[in-house]
């Protein structure tokens, strides 16, 4: 069977869904999109992802083409015609249409398709092994300039930082601040685990508010930690007891080396497994369910 993309109000065969080269999502990354998961027939947090959708696009005075309701639907109408239980969701809303110049105002229509295709799982030696990363010389985009809260279509923050991570031959970048501070990794939110407490960078640092990070949060409170979003350097991972990051799609990941230093024993820590294993346990009872 063809895949079906959802393509501004009407699902086509993939290979009908075409966009305009004049389209500004391509022409200057003005857009903006959400990267969802489904598990088992039921699309992990949606109104989450759909609000932060929102907003970001509330920020640009880019007008989504369909209320929430509406593409609550939209995504599960997607995930049936392609007959799909656990899945990866891609949504975009871009400009437009426009012509050459940057005016969003000359492009009309915003364009929104969802695009639904399986899974593709991280290597499961990430989650037995863990991570090597390391901090990268591009420091995350700063929020007076382009806020990282924004979910856009302009990635090439993450993507000159990703290119500086497998240039050090490592898996991951972290991104620093203008200020030395922590932010996050290319496409996942940082924590690190010190005896019952555990910290993350607030937004203000420049993040992406994840939705996983907030459910990990969440996690972690209900075990008992106590969990602090703090401003910190690399110091505190490096001395940290565990290190992990967090996101849709790689849900929860341990860190075992930073810059070279070994993290805690070495090896994914238990506080990790066991958040781990609580997220896992949640993921097919959060979200809007569907049959197929
Ligand atoms: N930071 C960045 C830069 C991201 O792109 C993402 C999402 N891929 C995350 C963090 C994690 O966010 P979420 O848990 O909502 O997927």
């Known amino acids: 069977m063809s895949s079906k993309i959802f393509l501004n109000n009407r699902l086509v065969d993939k290979a ?23 598990y088992g027939g039921l699309v992990f947090k949606l109104r989450e992802h759909l609000d932060r959708l929102f907003e970001s696009a509330h920020t640009l005075m880019l007008e989504i083409p369909m209320t929430k309701e509406r ?3 939209a995504v599960v109408q997607t995930l049936k015609a392609n007959r799909l239980k656990d899945a990866y969701i891609r949504l975009v809303v871009t400009r437009g249409v426009g012509d050459l110049g940057l005016d969003p105002r000359k492009c009309r229509q915003p364009m929104l398709f969802i695009i639904a295709d399986e899974i593709m799982l991280y290597p499961r030696a990430y989650y037995e092994k863990g991570l090597q990363i390391a901090t990268v010389p591009t420091v995350r985009n700063h929020p007076e300039a382009l806020n990282p809260q924004l979910k856009t279509l302009n990635y090439l923050n993450n993507i000159l930082a990703k290119i500086e991570a497998t240039n050090a031959g490592v ?18 939110n940082i924590f690190y685990v010190r005896g019952k407490c555990i910290a993350t960078p607030p937004p203000y640092v420049g993040i992406l508010r994840g939705i996983t990070r907030s459910v990990v949060m969440r996690i972690a409170k209900e075990l008992g930690f106590s969990v602090e979003e703090d ?35 070495g090896k994914p820590g238990k506080t990790t497994r066991l958040l781990t294993k609580e997220f896992k346990k949640l993921t097919p009872k959060e979200g809007v369910k569907y049959d197929l």
């Open 171 to 188: 898996d991951e970048a972290i991104l620093l601040n203008s200020q030395g501070y922590v932010t996050e990794c290319t496409g996942e």
């Open 231 to 265: 401003v910190f350097t690399r110091h505190e991972l490096y001395t940290a007891d565990e290190v992990f990051l967090t996101g849709t799609a790689a849900e929860i990941v341990p860190v075992v080396k930073i810059d070279n230093r070994q993290i805690g024993s």
């Open 16 to 38: 009908d869904a075409t966009i305009s080269v004049f389209d500004h999502g391509l022409l200057y990354g003005d857009g903006v999109f959400e990267g969802i998961r489904s």
């Open 71 to 73: 593409l609550e639907k």
